[in-house]
């Protein structure tokens, strides 16, 4: 089974441009989950969706960032313009929807730099 | 709030020596509380969990126990190896169903010298 995926790995732009990361969950998976870390900080979660329907987004810092996940799959987060503030390293999880003991599986990260 | 606090690093440890991370949070209600591991170049892994006080999570050699009097989930290792070196990352979720967000502490970063 593929794990959880992310593009791009790594992404280096300047303040004022836009950048658009992906994620694909593992199949199956109909929960998404987008965590941020800035640098020596908490990894913070930003929002959840459950299939294509946002569930949280109470993490999403402002209005700069916008996320969509249509058809449920895969998932990207656009940073429109990007501020210095937004760099760091930008995770995604997926879950299945159950009850219990549900494992959040996180892909490897893409980080984002801002000049 | 709901919040974690972790030990700072980085942590340097000799090979077969004993580790200890300490972890506490702050929550209301009965959070499950998780350890991650993130090896260089790779992503999150789940390391081990609990879902309720006195339980205890293991894997590889590390446990847990959560201990709700003290609001703590300190991670453990009676002897560590070269290959444990990492970033360790304690969470909790907040909601009491499967689908809640983690919120994690700041990171651990282990170096295992040989």
């Known amino acids: 089974e593929a794990g959880v995926t992310q593009f791009p790995s790594h992404s280096v732009i300047e303040k004022g441009q836009t950048v658009t990361l992906r994620c694909d969950p593992i199949s199956g998976h109909d929960n998404l989950y987008w965590y941020r870390r800035v640098m020596g900080k908490e990894i913070k979660f930003l929002l959840h969706f459950v299939k294509e329907s946002k569930q949280d987004e109470s993490g999403m810092p402002n209005n700069r960032f916008l996320a969509e996940r249509t058809g449920g799959t895969y998932s990207t987060l656009k940073v429109q313009p990007a501020e210095l503030e937004d760099s760091g390293v930008y995770f995604c999880a997926s879950s299945r929807i159950a009850g219990g003991t549900d494992t959040q599986y996180f892909g490897p990260g893409t980080r984002l730099t801002v000049l | 709030g709901n919040s974690v606090t972790q030990m700072e690093g980085p942590v340097t440890l000799s090979e077969e020596a004993f580790l200890t991370i300490n972890c506490t949070y702050t929550a209301t209600g009965y959070p499950s509380l998780f350890w991650y591991v993130q090896y260089p170049g790779e992503g999150l892994q789940l390391l081990l969990k609990?879902?309720?006080?006195?339980d205890k999570g293991s894997n590889k050699g590390f446990e847990a126990t959560y201990r709700k009097e003290t609001t703590s989930f300190h991670l453990e290792k009676g002897s560590v190896q070269v290959s444990d070196s990492a970033v360790y990352f304690c969470a909790l979720r907040r909601s009491a169903g499967s689908q809640g967000n983690l919120i994690f502490g700041k990171g651990t970063k282990l170096s295992v010298k040989p």
């Open positions: 609990a879902t309720k006080a006195d």
